[in-house]
């Protein structure tokens, strides 16, 4: 018997606040056209005044526990994805630990910026299979729009709020690939390609938040080939190729990205989760969101092979292969 990490529940929560591209046309150089060509992106959510990445979480955290239908006293840890949390500490996790009335377990957050859900998703799988912990909670949750330079056209219409969660918990498999849970993942990172994504301020350096800098275009080209080998390698791992996969979610920052990476792995765009168009880049949620929405629209079913992959500053990429 081989212990697998298996999804039990799914969920998530954006802000109410829905932004259209052409509400930059106001104060920008910029038009719905270049962002919806260029991006993909139609629309995007910006949390509310006073509300932080934290109460996105908890919102995520209570649509996946009623999903599994699990309650807080379930789950044994809590591990955050964010590159935005509310302070810079405690962490997130402790936060929502709170909220969620745990007086049990641990919680900790990871910053992996846009890969951060597959660091997280990683982490977890570890946790369970080394025996610390039967059950988590992970989540992805991020107010990018608190770093945005609302100056720079390259950056500010790409980024959205929200957030979305998983439960993984503990079950016994055969040890094959037809198991459900967490099969593989591949983690990478180079921090040579610092300049390419980065935010410019800090506590130790600064000692403000700062604002987010990217150089779109090499970081573009990086993100198509740096994608599809790391989720060809995830694959391999397990003997799997390309063609095995039901659906790919990928990480969603630009659709022209996700359609380059799903034709180099020889799959078609009606295998590929797709929700940059609504959500614009939302960093560490981005995977979670999409794969709560795909569930709800039906796509995503029991049994069906995912291959999940993200990048994001650092730079930091990887994938994760499961089965639903
Ligand atoms: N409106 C109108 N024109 C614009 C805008 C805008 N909002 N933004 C840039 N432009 C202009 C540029 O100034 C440039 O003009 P120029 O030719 O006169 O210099 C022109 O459009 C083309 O710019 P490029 O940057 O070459 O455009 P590109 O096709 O590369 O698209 C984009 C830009 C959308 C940013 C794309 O490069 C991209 O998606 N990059 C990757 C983003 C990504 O994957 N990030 C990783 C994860 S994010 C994270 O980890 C936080």
Request: no cysteine; net charge negative; hydrophobic share 30%.
């Given at each position: 018997m081989t212990l697998r990490a298996v999804v039990e529940g799914i969920g998530h929560y954006l802000p109410e606040r829905i932004v259209p591209n052409a509400e930059f046309e106001k104060t920008l150089d910029t038009s719905d056209e270049w962002i919806r060509t260029r991006s993909g992106i139609e629309r995007r959510r910006f949390a509310a005044e006073g509300q932080s990445t934290s109460d996105l979480a908890v919102n995520a955290a209570r649509a996946a526990l009623a999903h599994a239908g699990?309650?807080?006293?379930?789950?044994?840890g809590i591990v955050v994805a964010t590159s935005t949390p509310d302070l810079t500490f405690p962490s997130v996790a402790t936060m929502v630990q709170k909220e969620l009335g745990m007086a049990h377990g641990f919680g900790f957050d990871v910053q992996a910026v846009c890969a951060g859900f597959i660091y997280a998703m990683t982490t977890a799988n570890a946790l369970i299979l080394t025996g610390q912990a039967r059950r988590l909670l992970i989540i992805g949750a991020e107010t990018f729009s608190r770093i945005m330079?609302?100056?720079d056209r390259s950056t500010c219409v790409l980024f959205g709020d929200g957030a979305g969660a998983m439960i993984l918990g503990a079950q016994d498999g055969t040890g094959e690939t037809s198991d459900r849970g967490i099969l593989s993942s591949d983690l990478n990172s180079d921090?040579?390609?610092?300049?390419?994504l980065y935010v410019d301020g800090g506590v130790s350096t600064t000692g403000n938040a700062g604002k987010l800098r990217m150089q779109g275009n090499p970081l573009f080209r990086q993100a198509v080939e740096k994608l599809t080998s790391t989720a060809e390698t995830a694959l391999e791992k397990i003997g799997l190729s390309g063609p095995d996969v039901d659906w790919i979610v990928p990480h969603q920052a630009n659709i022209r990205i996700i359609q380059g990476t799903a034709k180099k792995m020889g799959?078609?765009?009606?295998r590929v989760i797709v929700t940059v168009q609504d959500h614009g880049n939302t960093s560490a949620a981005s995977i979670p969101l999409a794969l709560s929405v795909g569930v709800e629209q039906g796509k995503?079913?029991?049994?069906d092979l995912l291959v999940t992959e993200a990048i994001g500053g650092g730079l930091a990429w990887g994938s994760v292969v499961l089965r639903w």
């Open positions: 699990l309650s807080p006293q379930d789950i044994d330079d609302w100056t921090g040579r390609y610092r300049e390419m799959l078609p765009m009606d995503i079913k029991p049994g």
